[in-house]
């Protein structure tokens, strides 16, 4: 009897640890500083963790389908560039392009989003239709992105200059509240509900569990690999499209080097967060558990005044811990 | 029977691998509402047909024909929309998800919310426990695959074939795992299927199953058709002969072997899990062949693997020559002088890139490091090429890549590699899986040979023929349990089969 119950308690423990690490976290700088549990801190990590959420989601499906995704940073730069130059204020006296009439709110962002969306089907492509493994695939795209980025930002009368004087509607999007709620924060609960939907109850949220969990069973069962990959890739570079797009409105800038290594940040988010890295194996809830662990312990070590330099290698530390634990669960059984 | 019309041919499929002639002008004609048997040895190129009928593999030349009219299959959608759906021998499930989304995976029922399509989860749980309820079966659809034993996955696999409402149901040995009851249960739904139509190609090894319940069946042989018969006309002596192409008594080298004092014992052997091998205890002798027999999941490569340290033990104790070796790792192993020849020759043998020259010296590289610490280029040509002159290994040269010989002489070089760390006690886990039917022979004869010369040889083998013609006593395993050792003398088929299946229920 007792032997079951506490099977049922290490069950439980191993099914939440990351929930479990999430509370004990809060928890422990809290016994060090109390006034870290206030309404305002907790907005604050999470207007941070905003745009990682929507970034670690992309780089997930990636995950699930068993691929990588390393463009997703430069792609946040890309976007955060062009929706920065196409919205600052007509007076602006650097401004990307002098002339060019105001532009309604929606229009660069869509256009933003859709550049994201191109390279996502490009590492699509290349992974699907040419079968070149995604890692490489997407240090390629990575570094193509960076390229074009940095030759648009070079343009003149632009020069290389970072890009400033946004429009108020646009940066409203970054620091704004809507019912004293970061408009921010909202941004990301929707994108996480929708990730949910997709995750759960999509054909093609299935199919990514199915490529990911078996590729073979995936293609006797009739599935078209190929065209899932492309969409799946789409859609991840679209969030990290928008991402971008928020970055800049948050920030109230953008240069060439936004979102450097923020895919590195966002896998690493994921796998803390129980996505397997060899794929079929992820949860919505679970990534965000992974995106808040790590926000936390940016804010709430600085908080308590614990060195940066100290700050990495307790990151670090988590990382390889949280994944040794959690690979436990799926390791065959020998 | 012979009266329906024919629904499905394949006519002159010819395919080809490298190295390898897998089919060469197959025809093979099934007629609606029948089962029809497609029967040879492993390697006779019986899945390698069926695939290409499947899509997974496209035949270089022949076509198909279904209902009168020649079709394409590019891609397994192509078939299953054609209406032809397979049970897969490798189990092809999804682990980590549910029983009923493997069940729908490409074809998941979805409702509409304006412009979007959301799955239907109820009506895909309500029609899984309809389509268990019609097939009798108690699967719960919520189910992680992962958890279940290999028989439930084959049942539901089983479940998944016929749920596509198929013309044509291509079964690979789908009762590889399944218990006596549950294959009369599968044979029920055959015989169910045959009424509404359906013609089912059917493989298997098993001769009373298919004489049970084939009404056609080709027999296929080194990648060529040998014929069709109906099957009342056919016995089990009949289809052996045809199958194998000549008389049963050369098929297996004669043997000179003799047994002699004990060197390994094993006693009560226990897996920390509760599926795998319990209280196994046995001994193998100096010079001695002991087969082990058992169905697909009775846990035989895991004790192998737990014999060469690959595995965890819970309890139990393994003696070398009387001693008690620890052995915690494929290092101990080596130093105990046992080896061990993986099942899964391309994922845990070969390394496919490299040469036949360092494939063969793998295992063994310690003893050529010279006083510099640099390898002895001479002595590793030298004894590659004794090695490949001893076993008769059929390679252009040392520096061919092994994944460009054939699988037998693979199996060859992996032999090779084991024997050159001198081994005592070689541990065979399927030792001519896939494998053509002559380079079978020249392995018995090694296998035979090495025997002569003092080596005990372990050999785990799912050939009824070979662990009868091989060996000097077959233990049998059932779930894990050892249900039995036979001596050859009073082994036969019917012993074995019926102490392969002991422990089910």
Request: aromatic letters at 6%; proline letters at 3%; glycine letters at 8%.
């Amino acid at each position: 009897m007792n032997n079951i119950n506490s099977n049922r308690i290490k069950e439980f423990l191993s099914q939440n640890a990351i929930y479990i690490v999430l509370v004990v976290l809060v928890l422990s700088i809290a016994v060090t500083d109390p006034r870290f549990l206030s309404l305002s801190i907790l907005r604050d990590i999470l207007l941070q963790s905003s745009t990682r959420v929507i970034i670690a989601l992309g780089a997930a499906v990636v995950l699930i389908t068993g691929g990588t995704d390393l463009s997703a940073g430069r792609v946040v730069g890309l976007t955060a560039v062009l929706s920065a130059s196409m919205l600052q204020t007509s007076d602006y006296v650097r401004r990307f392009f002098p002339n060019m009439p105001d532009l309604p709110l929606w229009l660069p962002v869509m256009i933003a989003i859709a550049a994201g969306l191109i390279v996502g089907w490009l590492n699509g492509m290349i992974v699907a239709k040419f079968n070149v493994p995604p890692f490489i695939a997407t240090l390629g795209t990575m570094v193509i992105v960076y390229g074009v980025n940095s030759i648009y930002f070079n343009l003149p009368p632009n020069d290389s200059q970072p890009i400033g004087g946004l429009r108020d509607d646009f940066t409203n999007l970054g620091s704004g509240y809507f019912l004293s709620v970061p408009i921010i924060v909202i941004i990301a609960v929707i994108i996480s509900v929708l990730a949910w939907v997709l995750f759960n109850k999509t054909r093609l949220g299935k199919n990514m569990y199915a490529i990911g969990g078996n590729r073979e069973a995936a293609k006797v069962s009739g599935i078209n690999v190929g065209r899932n990959l492309l969409i799946i890739y789409a859609i991840a570079g679209a969030l990290y499209g928008l991402a971008g797009v928020l970055e800049a409105a948050r920030t109230g800038g953008a240069t060439n080097n936004y979102g450097n290594m923020y895919e590195l940040d966002a896998i690493a988010a994921c796998v803390v967060g129980g996505v397997s890295t060899s794929g079929g194996i992820g949860t919505v809830p679970g990534i965000l558990a992974g995106v808040l662990i790590f926000g936390v312990i940016n804010y709430g070590l600085t908080f308590i005044g614990v060195n940066p330099y100290w700050q990495l290698i307790i990151k670090g530390i988590i990382i390889v811990t949280a994944v040794a634990f959690d690979i436990r669960k799926y390791l065959a059984k020998k | 029977m012979t009266e329906n019309e024919i629904l499905l041919e394949m006519n002159k499929i010819s395919k080809e691998f490298p190295g390898v002639k897998a089919l060469d002008n197959v025809t093979l004609k099934v007629r609606a509402g029948s089962v029809h048997a497609l029967m040879g040895e492993n390697g006779a190129g019986k899945s390698t047909l069926m695939k290409c009928l499947f899509g997974i593999y496209r035949q270089d030349a022949g076509e198909i024909i279904l209902n009168g009219e020649k079709i394409e299959i590019k891609d397994s959608k192509d078939a299953l929309d054609y209406g032809i759906s397979m049970i897969h021998q490798e189990l092809h499930p999804v682990p980590y998800r549910s029983v009923m989304e493997n069940i729908w995976l490409g074809r998941f029922p979805v409702k509409n919310f304006g412009l979007i399509k959301l799955i239907d989860e109820k009506k895909m749980f309500k029609d899984t426990e309809q389509l268990f309820r019609d097939l009798d079966m108690d699967i719960n659809p919520n189910t992680i695959v992962r958890n279940m034993s290999v028989s439930k996955v084959q049942s539901m696999e089983i479940a998944k074939a016929t749920s596509y409402n198929s013309k044509v149901i291509v079964m690979d040995e789908p009762t590889s795992s399944l218990t006596e009851n549950e294959v009369g249960h599968l044979f029920r739904i055959i015989r169910e299927l045959k009424n509404r139509g359906v013609a089912v190609i059917y493989i298997s090894h098993k001769m009373e199953e298919i004489l049970e319940i084939a009404d056609e069946v080709t027999i296929m042989r080194d990648g060529r058709l040998i014929g069709t018969w109906t099957a009342s006309e056919l016995t089990t002596d009949i289809i052996i002969s045809r199958m194998v192409g000549r008389d049963l008594t050369n098929r297996f080298p004669e043997r000179s072997n003799i047994p002699g004092e004990v060197v390994m014992k094993v006693e009560k052997l226990t897996s920390p899990f509760h599926k795998s091998f319990k209280d196994v205890s046995f001994e193998v002798r100096k010079g001695e062949i002991l087969g082990i027999g058992g169905l697909v999941g009775a846990q035989r490569t895991e004790l192998v693997e737990a014999l060469f340290g690959l595995r965890s033990v819970q309890s139990g104790k393994i003696f070398i020559n009387g001693k008690e070796a620890g052995i915690k790792s494929p290092i101990d192993a080596k130093n105990h002088k046992i080896a061990l020849l993986t099942e899964e020759r391309r994922v845990t043998g070969i390394f496919p890139a490299l040469t036949v020259l360092e494939n063969t010296l793998m295992a063994n590289l310690g003893n050529y490091v010279t006083s510099c610490l640099l390898l002895d280029e001479k002595r590793r040509k030298e004894d590659t090429e004794k090695s490949i002159e001893m076993l008769r290994v059929k390679t252009p040269s040392f520096k061919t890549l092994i994944k460009d010989l054939s699988g037998g002489n693979q199996q060859k070089v992996l032999i090779a590699r084991w024997l050159l760390t001198e081994p005592e006690i070689l541990i065979l886990d399927e030792p001519t899986r896939g494998i053509d039917v002559g380079a079978k022979y020249e392995i018995y004869s090694i296998i035979a040979e090495l025997a002569k010369n003092g080596k005990s040889i372990i050999m785990i083998s799912s050939e009824m023929p070979e662990l009868l013609g091989m060996s000097d006593r077959i233990m049998v395993m059932c779930e894990g349990r050892l249900s039995g050792i036979l001596d050859n003398k009073d082994a036969t088929q019917e012993k074995v089969m019926q102490l392969a299946t002991q422990f089910m229920s």
